[in-house]
């Protein structure tokens, strides 16, 4: 059983930066495929950013330039920089690891005021 832990999430305003943080409680971290989503109420989990083993990285053109995914296999743990913030960038982000099986953090809070 991995666990994901998020952190990072806060209230800020439109322009502002956030880096969001999660940490996976398992040894053979840097061989997985981690990436982020995003959620608001009443809408679908939406794929932000992934990162490869290999550090491949790719992103929703929605966020393309704004946001940096990275990953630290030695903390076991990624990273989402996230710089120019914008109002509908404001939903719950869930790390999501991509293993034998799936797994999900909790979720941390961005919103962005205008």
């Known amino acids: 059983q991995v666990q994901l832990v998020e952190s990072g999430g806060g209230l800020v305003q439109a322009g502002d930066s956030l880096r969001l943080s999660c940490v996976a409680s398992t040894v053979t971290f840097g061989s997985y495929t981690m990436a982020w989503f995003r959620q608001t109420p009443g809408k679908e989990r939406e794929w932000v950013t992934t990162v490869t083993g290999d550090g491949e990285r790719n992103y929703a053109d929605s966020v393309k330039g704004r946001f940096t995914i990275s990953r630290d296999n030695a903390q076991n743990t990624i990273y989402l920089q996230m710089n120019s913030l914008k109002p509908e960038d404001t939903a719950v982000y869930y790390c999501?690891?991509?293993?034998?099986?799936?797994?999900w953090g909790q979720g941390t809070q961005v919103s962005v005021s205008s």
């Open positions: 999501f690891l991509a293993g034998d099986l799936d797994y």
